[in-house]
């Protein structure tokens, strides 16, 4: 008996691992986030299995299913979006199963913000332009930030930024970042991405929020700030140069 932590992917049920779907199909018991994960990416689950929304549940609740799981023997697929290494909210599950001896693993997926970028049809470390990306959030009603990691702070960096869980504060998140990006600075949001409903803002620092406010999106929406969004002119990367000797293409002779 294993507790599988799986992340499912942005949304898409293509874009689930083949190790995640497996797990899916193979599990007696599934519990998934309803409020971010569709309900094809639990469609595999075998036609007898124990499936809980854990979307108005509490972590009490969901360990007591997976104990149980534990007592009968019975295998548990614990289905999050993206990849549960960010934001997944697995870290206390994973404390929790550890105090009471219960094994797991962890499958990850898709990220939210690779889904944007192919979305947006863009590369976001592009040479010469950015070679960082920092994903954060801001805080709302979830868990505070840390104290020194505040968009200021990020923004000094002049990296590329993945927003997560912060379209509501999307003004705050201008006004922090315009001294350091500019207001002209590329800017996009990536609404439900994958899904079949999925929205796309360009613009830039200046125009985002009110994009985002005639667009109606509230929430499941990426924010991405910074230079590699519009870059036309920029190095080729040195990979595929022909002047560039490396062990797998070394000099002529």
Not at 79 to 103: F, T
Not at 112 to 124: K, S
């Amino acid at each position: 008996m294993k507790v599988h932590f799986i992340g499912a992917g942005p949304g898409d049920p293509d874009l689930i691992t083949v190790r995640g779907k497996k797990y899916i199909t193979q599990s007696p018991i599934c519990l998934y986030a309803g409020s971010l994960v569709p309900k094809a990416l639990i469609a595999d689950a075998p036609a007898n299995a124990e499936v809980f929304d854990t979307a108005s549940m509490t972590l009490d609740e969901i360990i007591e299913i997976m104990a149980n799981a534990y007592d009968r023997d019975l295998s548990v697929a614990r289905v999050h979006s993206g990849d549960p290494a960010l934001y997944g909210a697995i870290g206390e599950q994973m404390r929790q199963l550890n105090k009471r001896g219960i094994p797991f693993d962890v499958t990850p997926g898709v990220p939210a913000y690779a889904a944007a970028a192919a979305a947006l049809e863009t590369e976001l470390t592009l040479p010469g332009v950015s070679q960082t990306l920092i994903l954060t959030r801001t805080a709302m009603q979830s868990s505070e930030m840390p104290s020194n990691e505040t968009l200021a702070n990020f923004g000094r960096t002049g990296a590329t930024l993945a927003i997560h869980l912060s379209i509501r504060n999307i003004k705050k998140i201008r006004t922090e970042l315009e001294p350091f990006y500019g207001a002209d600075c590329p800017a996009a949001i990536v609404y439900q991405a994958s899904w079949p409903d999925q929205k796309v803002l360009r613009g830039t620092l200046a125009t985002i929020a009110e994009q985002a406010r005639a667009a109606k999106i509230t929430r499941t929406a990426l924010i991405l700030i910074g230079p590699v969004l519009g870059a036309k002119a920029f190095n080729d990367s040195a990979l595929y140069n022909p002047h560039h000797v490396h062990i797998l293409r070394p000099k002529k002779s």
